[in-house]
């Protein structure tokens, strides 16, 4: 079965405190790709990261930081030092390789609603 | 990143009415997908968009209820026929571009949210 699996639904915190969204994933394929996109209030869904299966190096950007983990098929959000304009739902999506090589279509997890307030 | 366009970004629909949303690409594009989001839930692929050919639907989506037409690279449409209000939902198309490094990774248009009456 492939799967993803957000199980915190809403998390709320206080301004500058860090946050840790959870993501775990099932999937028998070697070959993956695992992602995290942002969807504000508007509605647009926004790109964060790409992690393929095969490169576990943690990743950061600026306030926000991923961790792979494949012994326990988790790829976390971290947010440190949040902010009101974080305030969004997070979705975390596997796909996987099509015949020819390119990306397939993306299994999404429920989201979890993060609300930062000042 | 690719620039994607959703028409219309809203619209509130009768039911027993159709409505087509088409998205545009500023380059071309070899995958492109349709997805619906319902109202507080998560997002659900309707059908891959293939160019030239029919789309390839999921389980539960079916042609007559949902066509798409793909007729070139840079542009598709998707119907929502005979709507009823199950089918109030937002509606985004998303296509495949490159990243980073030459990977590739899913881009999504500002989706079309639709409420029938």
């Known amino acids: 079965a492939q799967k993803v699996t957000q199980a915190q639904t809403e998390i709320s915190v206080v301004e500058k405190e860090d946050v840790t969204l959870d993501c775990v994933y099932e999937t028998r394929d070697t070959t993956y790709y695992l992602f995290w996109y942002k969807q504000p209030p508007s509605g647009e869904l926004v790109f964060l990261i790409r992690r393929n299966s095969f490169d576990e190096q943690n990743e950061i950007s600026g306030r926000y930081s991923w961790n792979f983990q494949k012994s326990t098929s988790s790829f976390n959000f971290t947010i440190t030092a949040s902010q009101v304009v974080d305030s969004a739902v997070y979705f975390c999506a596997l796909s996987h390789p099509r015949v020819g090589g390119s990306q397939g279509n993306l299994i999404f997890g429920k989201g979890t609603k993060l609300s930062v307030k000042p | 990143s690719a620039v994607i366009s959703q028409k219309p970004s809203r619209d509130i629909c009768q039911r027993g009415t159709s409505l087509t949303i088409q998205c545009q690409v500023d380059?071309?594009?070899?995958?492109m997908f349709w997805y619906r989001q319902q109202p507080g839930q998560s997002l659900t692929l309707i059908a891959t968009a293939n160019q030239g050919s029919e789309a390839t639907y999921e389980s539960g989506f079916v042609i007559d209820k949902f066509p798409i037409s793909r007729p070139n690279l840079t542009f598709s449409t998707l119907t929502v026929s005979n709507m009823s209000p199950e089918d109030s939902s937002i509606y985004l198309c998303?296509?495949?571009?490159?990243?980073?490094?030459?990977?590739?990774?899913?881009?999504f248009g500002p989706g079309t949210r639709l409420l029938v009456l």
């Open positions: 998303s296509v495949v571009f490159l990243w980073d490094a030459g990977q590739e990774t899913q881009y």
């Open positions: 380059s071309q594009v070899t995958m």
